[in-house]
């Protein structure tokens, strides 16, 4: 099998290999382009395990970092485009960069970085010049786009989202100095989801994410060609569906929501005969919302649940999800573990704590306690959930171990009240966090946003109804918070962390 940019680049050098709005590079650009950039990174005296760190928009230089960055045994961490300041300069120094790479045109105010860093850090801009900045194009400019005599495969070290608390990076060994095997952001996928020269993929959502950086790089491994959208619109997303051929796309639930509230005419008049597989993952996707979305597109969506720290990995078709709603599939990378609160495992149907063996351990850079938050005393590791694996072996997650709210010593998981609220046809979007309570120590506060057919002051009321009835006394919210619109990542997690926020600051008012 052929896993390579140089053998796509070699053979097939006018191949798309990645296309972003008006900005496009063929196999022969990228490859140039990434020997050139692999012989700045050795100019500025980088050497192998040293880490640098890129603030750029959805543009296809992030690939040509990447592939530059593998290739010089470097370990390269894409993040957020829309950090606060201080959020950007504590992942410059939690990981140590020796090099920054950043983009004007990203919300983060990244002109202001070097001035806040302490240590000695290599800064190169892409786009308009920054002071204390240098630009990357001339230096690239200047170089060979040969490639060097001598390369060593480098690593990936993406950073957690963040949306409980400050972004941890996952860090795993380098492969060998001499390793020449599909590089190790591909490998597996390839394998998992038939990607091949054939393929043409839509990138619906940031590249600074594990999930859309590891796939759209695997297609480049592979020798597809990638089309990414500078900025998700749900529209242009079914438009490019069908102008580019696609054949695999990858969503998020929140897109899928976003999709179905096109108007009928739009839906109705929609056909891509090409798309034959649609991914989705990151954030649990609402039953009705997936079963509308196969009565429209037909049996074509692929879900498969993971995460950054890549502990495990489980996959289900649309037709097995429909024989097992809500489900996340069987475990195909990993062997799954449900442990209790003294760490024995669970039998099937028992809800507790996921965990996964068989996968190389991760471990959080620089924070050894956090790493052991996440690895059980038999060695397991978990990405946070809690759930269950059927006697089919199939997955269920039910909330996760950081969001549990404790309710007069009963433990009350915010996913099943948000499921239950999601029953209702006039609620679009939900959020449960816990908020303190004299009595019962915590209890449930729901935040919701509307479709408009209930007006804000009756919303209350038919929630607290359906509540209720639906889930009993302890586990339905104590308060019912309408808002505009849901704190969401990118990548549509919910962020619980500005819901507790909000609180706050309505406890302090």
């Known amino acids: ?18 296309s972003i709005g008006d900005q496009q590079l063929s196999y022969g650009e990228m490859e140039a382009r990434a020997n050139q950039l692999a012989r700045v990174f050795e100019a500025k005296g980088l050497q192998r395990g040293d880490h640098i760190v890129a603030f750029l928009p959805n543009v296809p230089f992030m690939f040509v970092l990447a592939w530059a960055a593998w290739r010089s045994g470097l370990y390269f961490t894409p993040a957020s485009s ?92 380098l492969p060998d100095i001499d390793y020449r095997g599909a590089p190790t952001f591909a490998a597996d996928l390839m394998a998992l989801f038939s990607i091949d020269e054939n393929v043409r993929y839509l ?26 959208m500078e900025k998700f619109e749900a529209e242009d997303a079914l438009d490019m569906l069908v102008k580019h051929r696609i054949t695999h796309s990858q969503w998020v639930p929140t897109m899928l929501q976003r999709l179905l509230r096109l108007p009928e005419d739009v839906r109705r008049g929609f056909s891509a005969p090409h798309h034959v597989m649609a991914l989705h993952s990151a954030a649990p996707c609402p039953v009705p919302v997936k079963r509308a979305i ?25 037709r097995e999800w429909l024989k097992h709603p809500g ?37 959080y850079f620089g924070e050894p306690e956090k790493t052991a938050g996440r690895t059980s005393p038999q060695g ?27 309710s007069g010593g009963v433990n009350v998981y915010p996913q099943e009240i948000e499921s239950a609220i999601m029953e209702l ?4 979007d939900v959020g449960v966090v816990g908020a303190a309570d004299d009595e019962f120590g915590e209890r449930p506060v729901a935040f919701v946003v509307g479709d408009g057919t209930v007006p804000p002051d009756q919303l209350e009321e038919v929630l607290a109804a359906h509540c209720s009835k639906q889930l009993g006394r302890i586990k339905s919210p104590a308060r019912y918070v309408v808002l505009a619109q849901m704190p969401r990542s990118p990548t549509g997690k919910l962020i619980r962390r500005e819901l507790r926020e909000m609180l706050r600051s309505m406890a302090s008012a």
């Open 1 to 18: 099998m052929t896993h390579d940019l140089r053998h796509w680049a070699t053979h097939f050098p006018d191949r798309v290999a990645i």
């Open 82 to 173: 829309s950090l606060s300041l201080k959020d950007a300069a504590y992942i410059v120094d939690n990981s140590q960069a020796r090099l920054v790479l950043a983009d004007a045109a990203v919300k983060t105010p990244v002109g202001e970085l070097p001035g806040l860093c302490g240590r000695p850090v290599h800064w190169l801009s892409h786009g308009p010049d920054m002071p204390g900045y240098t630009g990357a194009a001339g230096l690239m400019a200047a170089m060979d786009t040969q490639p060097r005599k001598e390369e060593a495969p480098g690593s990936l070290m993406l950073y957690t989202s963040g949306t409980t608390g400050a972004p941890k990076g996952v860090w795993r060994p």
């Open 203 to 228: 990138s619906t959502a940031p590249l600074y994410h594990a999930a859309p950086l590891r796939f759209a790089l695997t297609v480049t491994a592979r020798g597809g060609s990638v089309f990414g």
């Open 294 to 318: 196969i009565d429209w597109w037909g049996p074509i969506l692929m879900e498969y649940y993971s995460g950054t720290e890549g502990v495990g990995l489980t996959m289900l078709d649309s």
């Open 327 to 363: 489900s996340v599939g069987k475990t195909c990378k990993g062997v799954p573990h449900v442990l209790d609160d003294d760490w024995a495992e669970l039998p099937p149907g028992k809800v507790g704590r996921i965990f996964f063996s068989g996968i190389k351990p991760f471990q």
């Open 380 to 406: 397991y590791q978990t990405l946070g959930d809690i759930g269950y694996v059927d006697s089919e072996g199939y997955m269920f997650l039910t909330d996760r171990m950081d969001d549990m709210i404790i």
């Open 425 to 428: 046809p006039c609620i679009v």
